[in-house]
């Protein structure tokens, strides 16, 4: 089993779409989790952190379940320049910071 | 500007001949840390550093190096590059506070190496 596991897509989805990604995460002790962005062959870059408490940032929320080890990341008003690539990341926290990245879904936003 | 570099960008060689990637970060970061990345695979681990001269391996360290001179630069040396070590590579940077919820990594723009 993958430590942390995300349905590849690609979601296809219309501009102004909502769509939502989910995670889900093997290691209980995990620390903190993320959302990572990354454009086709570019560096991922943060695009938000996750808090058991949910939390929002624009048309981006996240949202932590740490009864059910899941992560979610929804995009409300879909723009075209969402298209990318998500990551799912897990920080497993040894100390120092110990990363875990999922595998990413593919989102493409359509005119 | 705050950014962590990476040199080259590209880069196609053969078999057993030893190459650098160089990394470099001037945020004044104490951690370090080199990815690779494969289709169907996500970011992988190679090695990281903590401070200077502190280096541990990652979740796939075969076939590589690095060293931890000064606080700025981490080289990733492949000695005898194969096949199976053609990649996307990143090196990330953090500021290493020791707190997990903002101890956020921070990416070089990445190294596209081919080995024939």
């Known amino acids: 089993r993958k430590e942390v596991e995300q349905d590849p897509g690609p979601f296809n989805v219309p501009e102004g779409a909502t769509v939502a990604f989910n995670c889900t995460y093997s290691?209980?002790?995990?620390?903190?989790f993320f959302w990572y962005r990354q454009d086709c062959r570019k560096e991922p870059k943060l695009l938000m952190s996750?808090?058991?408490s949910g939390n929002e940032d624009g048309r981006f929320t996240a949202q932590l379940n740490r009864a059910s080890q899941y992560i979610s990341l929804l995009i409300r008003d879909s723009k075209l320049s969402d298209s990318a690539t998500y990551l799912c990341?897990?920080?497993?926290?040894?100390?120092?910071?110990?990363?875990?990245f999922g595998t990413g879904t593919r989102l493409l936003v359509s005119p | 500007e705050a950014q962590v570099t990476q040199n080259p960008r590209y880069l196609i060689t053969v078999t057993g001949k030893k190459l650098t990637v160089t990394c470099s970060q001037n945020?004044?970061?104490?951690?370090m840390s080199w990815y690779r990345q494969d289709p169907g695979l996500g970011l992988r681990q190679i090695y990281y550093?903590?401070?200077?001269?502190?280096?541990d391996k990652g979740d796939v360290p075969e076939g590589y190096k690095v060293s931890r001179k000064e606080k700025r630069n981490f080289p990733l040396i492949l000695e005898s590059p194969s096949p199976n070590q053609t990649s996307l590579y990143f090196c990330?940077?953090?500021?290493?506070?020791?707190?997990?919820?903002?101890?956020?990594?921070?990416f070089g723009p990445g190294t596209r190496l081919t080995v024939l």
């Open positions: 990341v897990v920080n497993e926290f040894r100390g120092f910071q110990k990363l875990v």
């Open positions: 990330a940077s953090s500021p290493g506070t020791g707190q997990p919820s903002t101890d956020t990594q921070y």
């Open positions: 550093s903590m401070n200077v001269e502190v280096t």
């Open positions: 996750v808090y058991s």
């Open positions: 945020m004044n970061h104490e951690y």
């Open positions: 290691n209980s002790a995990s620390q903190s």
